[in-house]
């Protein structure tokens, strides 16, 4: 993530994401390729608060923090406490929250995604349909399949559909399962018009409905404490838990009927939607306009300082 201040009134700092390989360590600039790219890590992009400008030293016990991806202007905004003019992400502020498969508690944070319809394709549904047929390789039999581009490009796939519980755990799933995912995620990919050799996106992730499993922890999650339940991918990796990214999109998958996830999802009235992942469980939002029209993704997370230093390279 590369970053710096901005020099617009309306915006604190720019940033620029590159994703490395996780098995080859290539450079992943997929992002950059195709009309209005916006390929990002949604849980980097909670560490930017701290690099405001001197000169944006906000006052109060709250800041609305206002990052963007400096090439095709999508914003973000952040919302969270001040303590004597900085970021206050201790585990003793009044809005500290635990998040689950994250150890420890620190501030709350709130991070909307503006207007994250069609991020990188210029539609919410790139194919036109909120499903589409895809066959698995080898076989006649077709898959359905939701391709959406909201905060990030994500193709669906229900897990009854591959024969598999939704509630599989990341080192339990079988080879030939990774391979159906990533036939799939290619093929949703080129019906997307996207680069399918390109790893970071989009991001595949099975669905199913609310159940009850054990988590990696060994603790039981109970069915009636989330919406529906989803196993995500990232690099052709088993995520333990879900990328924030995906989990808002799924939160606008889940209110849209015709999609794979509407039809697994418990009806949700308000905003959020809590999805069960791996590591438990994680409640987003979304605000949709009576056209259709997504208006912004909602998360609540929490950071906290690791390190700052300076690194040299040849």
Same mark, same amino acid.
């Given at each position: 993530?590369?970053?710096?201040?901005?020099? #617009?009134?309306?915006?604190?700092?720019?940033?620029?994401?590159?994703?490395?390989?996780?098995?080859?360590?290539?450079?992943?600039?997929?992002?950059?390729?195709?009309?209005?790219?916006?390929?990002?890590?949604?849980?980097? #992009?909670?560490?930017?608060?701290?690099?405001?400008?001197?000169?944006?030293?906000?006052?109060?016990?709250?800041?609305?923090?206002?990052?963007?991806?400096?090439?095709?202007?999508?914003?973000?905004?952040?919302?969270?406490?001040?303590?004597?003019?900085?970021?206050?992400?201790?585990?003793?502020?009044?809005?500290?929250?635990?998040?689950?498969?994250?150890?420890?508690?620190?501030?709350?944070?709130?991070?909307?995604?503006?207007?994250?319809?069609?991020?990188?394709?210029?539609?919410?549904?790139?194919?036109?349909? $909120?499903?589409?047929?895809?066959?698995?390789?080898?076989?006649?039999?077709?898959?359905?399949?939701?391709?959406?581009?909201?905060?990030?490009?994500?193709?669906?796939?229900?897990?009854?559909?591959?024969?598999?519980?939704?509630?599989?755990?990341?080192?339990?799933?079988?080879?030939?399962?990774?391979?159906?995912?990533?036939?799939?995620?290619?093929?949703?990919?080129?019906?997307?018009?996207?680069?399918?050799?390109?790893?970071?996106?989009?991001?595949?992730?099975?669905?199913? $409905?609310?159940?009850?499993?054990?988590?990696?922890?060994?603790?039981?999650?109970?069915?009636?404490?989330?919406?529906?339940?989803?196993?995500?991918?990232?690099?052709?990796?088993?995520?333990?838990?879900?990328?924030?990214?995906?989990?808002?999109?799924?939160?606008?998958?889940?209110?849209?009927?015709?999609?794979?996830?509407?039809?697994?999802?418990?009806?949700?009235?308000?905003?959020?939607?809590?999805?069960?992942?791996?590591?438990?469980?994680?409640?987003?939002?979304?605000?949709?306009?009576?056209?259709?029209?997504?208006?912004?993704?909602?998360?609540?997370?929490?950071?906290?300082?690791?390190?700052?230093?300076?690194?040299?390279?040849?």
């Amino acid at each position: 993530m590369l970053v710096a201040p901005s020099q #617009r009134p309306d915006v604190d700092v720019e940033y620029t994401f590159v994703q490395v390989g996780i098995k080859d360590g290539a450079i992943d600039l997929s992002g950059e390729q195709l009309r209005k790219p916006f390929g990002s890590c949604w849980s980097l #992009r909670l560490g930017f608060r701290p690099l405001r400008p001197a000169a944006a030293r906000p006052a109060g016990l709250h800041h609305d923090y206002v990052p963007v991806e400096h090439q095709h202007n999508k914003k973000l905004k952040a919302t969270f406490p001040i303590k004597d003019g900085e970021p206050w992400l201790s585990d003793s502020s009044n809005s500290a929250i635990s998040v689950d498969g994250i150890s420890g508690k620190a501030s709350r944070i709130t991070m909307d995604y503006l207007e994250p319809g069609g991020a990188k394709t210029g539609k919410l549904f790139p194919t036109g349909n $909120p499903s589409d047929l895809v066959s698995l390789p080898g076989s006649d039999e077709q898959i359905r399949i939701t391709c959406l581009d909201c905060t990030n490009p994500t193709v669906y796939v229900q897990a009854a559909s591959l024969q598999v519980p939704c509630t599989i755990l990341p080192d339990a799933f079988p080879s030939k399962t990774l391979e159906q995912l990533e036939h799939l995620r290619t093929s949703g990919a080129r019906l997307m018009e996207l680069d399918p050799t390109a790893q970071s996106q989009p991001k595949i992730a099975l669905v199913g $409905p609310p159940t009850a499993y054990t988590m990696i922890s060994g603790e039981q999650l109970e069915a009636s404490s989330v919406d529906l339940v989803i196993r995500a991918l990232s690099m052709q990796q088993p995520h333990r838990a879900v990328p924030m990214t995906v989990a808002m999109a799924t939160s606008v998958a889940a209110r849209i009927p015709g999609t794979v996830v509407h039809e697994v999802s418990r009806r949700v009235t308000g905003e959020e939607v809590r999805i069960g992942h791996p590591s438990g469980k994680v409640s987003v939002g979304a605000e949709i306009a009576s056209n259709g029209d997504v208006i912004a993704t909602k998360v609540y997370q929490t950071a906290r300082f690791l390190m700052k230093g300076e690194v040299y390279w040849k």
